[in-house]
C-alpha cells in the first residue's frame, strides 16, 4: 500500500504549480530562487521526486530530514538529490523563505548525452542522505556563475546548440562539486577520523562477536548501515584517509584475527579459519598469503 504522507513530484512543472511558481521556461531544468517561491503552511511533508536536485540553501525556518540525518541551514549548504529518494521536510512556523537558489533537471533532458550515464559517478548525490557540502565563499560564488550560465542559456531562444552547452555547463558543476567534497573531507579531520575510530570498534565488537563464525565476514552494506551513512560515502572517506576501500579494512581486520590466533592459540588452521567465517580453510589460506605474504603455516613457524 503507498504511503498517503508521501507526495511525488513527477515533473518540474508539477514543483513550480506546488510552490507557486510561474510556469518552467523549460519543461526538463530549471533554476529557482527560493525568494520567489510561496511560503508553506507549518507541519511536515514527506516528498519523492523524479527529478534531480542541486541547491544551496542557508536562513531555513525549517528542517530537512534525508536518510538518516537532520539538516540545518544557517550556513550556506549545497544538497544534492538524485530521483526518487525520500526527502522530509518539517516547518514549525511561518516565517521568512530560505535564501538561496534550486537547479532542477529531470533525467529525460540527458537522454542521448554523455551525462544520461555520467551523473551517476558523481558519489554526492548518494553522499547528500548523510553529508551535505558546506560552501566557502569563493566555492559560492564560484558555483553561482555557473547556474547564472545554465539559466541564461535555457531561457534563451532554444537551438540545436543549447543542449550540449547546458550539458557542458552542468559537467563543470559538477566537477567542481567533486572537487569541493573531496576538499571537504580533507578539512573536516576531527569528524573523519571519529568514523575511523567508529569503524574500528565496531569491526572489533563484529569479531569478537560469538555467533562470527556462522555470520561470516561483515558486508561493506552492513557496516555503513551501522555506522549511519551511505556505503558510497563512507569507502570515499576511508580512500581519502587511508588509501584503503572499505573492504580492504575488513579483510586487514581479519588478517590482524588470524596472525593473532596464529601466533597466541594452538588451533590448527582449519580451525582458526572456522572460527573466521570460513567454510574451507583453502580460501581463509589464499586470502592470508595475498594479504600478508606468507602462508598461515609459514607465519605461525616464524614465532617458533
Known amino acids: 500500500m ?22 518552467p521556461r523549460h519543461p526538463l531544468i530549471s533554476v529557482i530562487s527560493f525568494d520567489d517561491m510561496e511560503q508553506t503552511e507549518p507541519g511536515r511533508q514527506n516528498l519523492i521526486f523524479d527529478f534531480y536536485m542541486i541547491s544551496v540553501k542557508r536562513d531555513m525556518a525549517h528542517k ?36 538561496g537558489w534550486m537547479l532542477m533537471i529531470h533525467p529525460d533532458f540527458l537522454w542521448n548525452t554523455v551525462m544520461a550515464v555520467a551523473i551517476r559517478k558523481y558519489e554526492f548525490f548518494d553522499y547528500s542522505v548523510h553529508e551535505a557540502l558546506f560552501l566557502s565563499a569563493d566555492e559560492e560564488i564560484k558555483v553561482l556563475q555557473i547556474i547564472e550560465n545554465i539559466k541564461e542559456e535555457y531561457q534563451s531562444n532554444i537551438d540545436r546548440f543549447s543542449q550540449n552547452i547546458i550539458i557542458s555547463q552542468l559537467e563543470t558543476l559538477l566537477n567542481y562539486s567533486e ?19 567508529r569503524l574500528e ?25 551501522k555506522l549511519n551513512m551511505s556505503s558510497k ?31 597466541t592459540t594452538p588451533l590448527s588452521v582449519s580451525e582458526i579459519a572456522y572460527e573466521l567465517g570460513f567454510e574451507h580453510s583453502q580460501s581463509f589460506s589464499k586470502l592470508f598469503k595475498s594479504k600478508a605474504g606468507v602462508s598461515p603455516v609459514e607465519f605461525r613457524k616464524s614465532f617458533s
Open 2 to 23: 503507498p504511503d498517503q504522507n508521501l507526495l511525488r513530484i513527477k515533473t518540474i512543472s508539477e514543483f513550480h504549480t506546488l510552490r507557486g511558481l510561474p510556469k
Open 179 to 197: 572537487r569541493f567534497y573531496q576538499r571537504q573531507f580533507i578539512t573536516r579531520h576531527k569528524a573523519s577520523h571519529q568514523l575511523l575510530e
Open 64 to 99: 530537512y530530514r534525508y536518510g538518516q540525518k537532520d539538516y540545518d541551514f544557517d550556513e550556506g549548504v549545497m544538497f544534492c538529490m538524485a530521483p526518487h529518494q525520500v526527502l522530509s521536510i518539517t516547518r514549525e512556523e511561518k516565517g521568512k523563505n530560505p535564501s
Open 233 to 263: 560515502y563512507m569507502s570515499s572517506v576511508l580512500k581519502t584517509l587511508t588509501g584503503r576501500t572499505t573492504q580492504q579494512h575488513i579483510h586487514e581486520k581479519l588478517i590482524e584475527k588470524a596472525k593473532e590466533k596464529l601466533s
Open 201 to 225: 570498534i565496531l569491526l572489533n565488537d563484529y569479531f569478537e562477536a560469538d555467533d562470527f563464525p556462522v555470520k561470516g565476514l561483515p558486508s561493506v552494506q552492513f557496516l555503513s548501515e
